[in-house]
T-cell receptor, first 111, second 117 residues
Framework: LAKTTQPISMDSYEGQEVNITCSHN???????ITWYQQFPSQGPRFIIQ???TKVTNEVASLFIPADRKSSTLSLPRVSLSDTAVYYC????????????FGKGTKLSVIP | NAGVTQTPKFQVLKTGQSMTLQCAQD?????MSWYRQDPGMGLRLIHY???????DQGEVPNGYNVSRSTTEDFPLRLLSAAPSQTSVYFC????????????????FGPGTRLTVL
């Protein structure tokens, strides 16, 4: 399973765009990149998944460069409710029976 | 749909006691799993199941048993509770895409906070 590295914490003001970068240098050819969000006292929630280039949904965008050794989760115009821990995961294939959650990035949105 | 439900929400045990954490899903997902989350840590996989009657071990299976007699239910049993098992336990389920491959979109329950004294 590919190991991921992401910042432990980030602060941002309300209304700003937030970019969280994840490194995954030993990503395999058939690995997908998946991001989850976890609020305090709740289970993680799937945000977005991608394989290459750019993926966008109603919540976030995911940018993946050509070498796929990193990825960036972009949250547009964050609000206080986006304060959470964000996990970057790299799974063995489009679906993995053993997703590995690291410590994640704790995003604090400041008024 | 209720999604993934877990009971109880909170539980306190004494060392050596046994108990079962319940997990149910009403989405007809074939894949279900149990994770534990310790303070300041990510989630670690305990056991998982790819369908009724099929279970397998994850990263930290010792001290836990599972069974999957139906698609809906995936209980986690603590055989003899130890303080090291104090944690928050999450159950999750997932599905296969139209191509038949499991997706990475897992649906998590609200968690059970377990304290072992």
């Amino acid at each position: 399973l590919a190991k991921t590295t992401q910042p432990i914490s980030m602060d941002s003001y309300e209304g700003q765009e937030v970019n969280i970068t994840c490194s995954h240098n030993n990503i395999a050819t058939n690995d997908y990149i998946t991001w989850y969000q976890q609020f305090p006292s709740q289970g993680p929630r799937f945000i977005i998944q991608g394989y290459k280039t750019k993926v966008t949904n109603e919540v976030a965008s995911l940018f993946i460069p050509a070498d796929r050794k990193s990825s960036t989760l972009s949250l547009p115009r964050v609000s206080l409710s986006d304060t959470a821990v964000y996990y970057c995961l790299v799974g063995s294939g489009a679906g993995s029976y053993q997703l590995t959650f690291g410590k994640g990035t704790k995003l604090s949105v400041i008024p | 749909n209720a999604g993934v439900t877990q009971t109880p929400k909170f539980q306190v045990l004494k060392t050596g006691q046994s108990m079962t954490l319940q997990c149910a899903q009403d989405m007809n997902h074939e894949y279900m799993s149990w994770y534990r989350q310790d303070p300041g840590m990510g989630l670690r996989l305990i056991h998982y199941s790819v369908g009724a009657g099929i279970t397998d071990q994850g990263e930290v299976p010792n001290g836990y048993n599972v069974s999957r007699s139906t698609t809906e239910d995936f209980p986690l049993r603590l055989l003899s509770a130890a303080p090291s098992q104090t944690s928050v336990y999450f159950c999750a389920s997932s599905y296969s895409s139209a191509s038949g491959r499991l997706t990475n979109e897992q649906f998590f329950g609200p968690g059970t906070r377990l304290t072992v004294l």
